[in-house]
């Protein structure tokens, strides 16, 4: 099974490593000149993931249509970007890996719903988990969820990736993958405030707890399995990017919890942290859904500049309530 992968960020570049294990080729499209020339000149990516030697199995192109020749691809754009890069590829009947976490604005899709919807006669599956892209391409252990459908599919693509270090779990709930993966970049946001603005050890496992809750509410509102929430791309996820500065997520979250506003923390930013455009989209699905998020509608607020002492002491003032989902 030749692997194409779309983006050349840090996770795709880490995904192509994975994928290039073993001395296997490996197509990776970036968007950016100085990406496809370092990585084919020098083996490394020096824009998004720096100081790591990359396989030289790894070839890179900036023309998509050459993805036209590989038998699956891994698509690693940002969520905000997959619906422009999918309707650009030659995708047919392709199957497509999505490991992008996030729901698009506007639409308040899924990416597996934005990747349905533009090719239709491509099989989806959805690669998600606690997985810092620079720990991954140095060969640390790491597993994930990989969710398919189709079991035969499911089986292929997981033998595919798997090597000892990179261990892909099974699971036929795609939606459940995908919802873990995008509420969790905003319930780290929310975790960096809570570091950034001093309140303690205490309430960060608080957070982590009731975000869980908040995340499988909406989660099994939207059909995703309670098992597949509890697993590595839901709790597993969230206990990651709750609890280290490696993550963007949780260190856009300490910028707003020290008080510095949003649109200075996203300007000129050349890496993506995905909650900030979740966040918005998220309260608008839960409302829809008429699924109460607390936390993550606390986050939409600070993202939109409102007084971070405001914010908590409102999530703080609710009424009391019982414990559990
Ligand atoms: N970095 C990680 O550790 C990691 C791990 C798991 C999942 N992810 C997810 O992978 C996805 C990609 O993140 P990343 O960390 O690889 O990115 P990154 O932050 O390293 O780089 C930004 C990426 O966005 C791309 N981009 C910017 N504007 C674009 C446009 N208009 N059209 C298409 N692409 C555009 C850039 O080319 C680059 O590939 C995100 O959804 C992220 O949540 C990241
Ligand atoms: O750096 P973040 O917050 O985008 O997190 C990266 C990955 O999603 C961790 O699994």
Redesign the pocket.
């Known amino acids: 099974m030749r692997i194409g992968v779309i983006g050349g960020g840090a996770w795709g570049t880490a995904l192509a490593q994975v994928a290039a294990s073993g001395g296997r080729d490996v197509l990776l499209w970036a968007r950016e000149g100085e990406v496809v020339e370092a990585i084919n000149a020098g083996h490394q990516n020096p824009l998004f993931l720096k100081d790591i030697p990359l396989s030289p199995t790894i070839r890179a192109t900036g023309d998509l249509d050459e993805l036209g020749t590989v038998d699956a691809i891994l698509v690693v754009a940002p969520a905000q970007h997959v619906r422009s890069v999918l309707a650009a590829a030659p995708i047919g009947s392709t199957p497509l890996v999505l490991c992008a976490?996030g729901i698009e604005a506007g639409t308040r899709m899924l990416v597996g719903e934005v990747a349905r919807e533009i090719c239709p006669d491509a099989p989806i599956a959805v690669l998600s988990?606690?997985?810092?892209?620079h720990e991954v391409a140095r060969g640390l252990p790491t597993a994930v969820t990989l969710a398919c459908e189709d079991e035969g599919l499911r089986a292929a693509l997981s033998e595919r990736l798997a090597s000892p270090a990179f261990r892909p779990y099974a699971s036929s709930d795609v939606v459940g993958a995908e919802i873990g993966?995008a509420v969790k970049?905003v319930l780290?946001i929310a975790c960096g405030v809570v570091d950034g603005a001093g309140l303690g050890q205490n309430a960060r496992a608080a957070l982590i707890a009731r975000g869980f809750a908040e995340m499988t509410r909406f989660g099994l509102a939207r059909g995703a399995r309670a098992e597949t929430l509890a697993g590595l791309s839901g709790l597993g996820?969230l206990v990651?990017?709750c609890s280290s500065t490696?993550?963007?997520?949780?260190s856009l979250g300490v910028g707003l919890g020290r008080g510095e506003a949003a649109a200075d923390l996203m300007a000129d930013r050349r890496t993506?942290?995905?909650?900030a455009f979740t966040a918005p989209v998220l309260a608008e699905a839960a409302r829809e859904a008429g699924v109460d998020m607390p936390v993550s509608e606390a986050v939409g607020r600070l993202l939109r500049g409102e007084p971070v002492g405001e914010v908590i002491g409102a999530l703080l003032a609710r009424p009391l309530r019982e414990e559990g989902v």
């Open positions: 976490k988990g606690p997985t810092f892209a993966g970049n780290a996820d990651l990017t490696a993550s963007r997520n949780f993506v942290a995905e909650g």
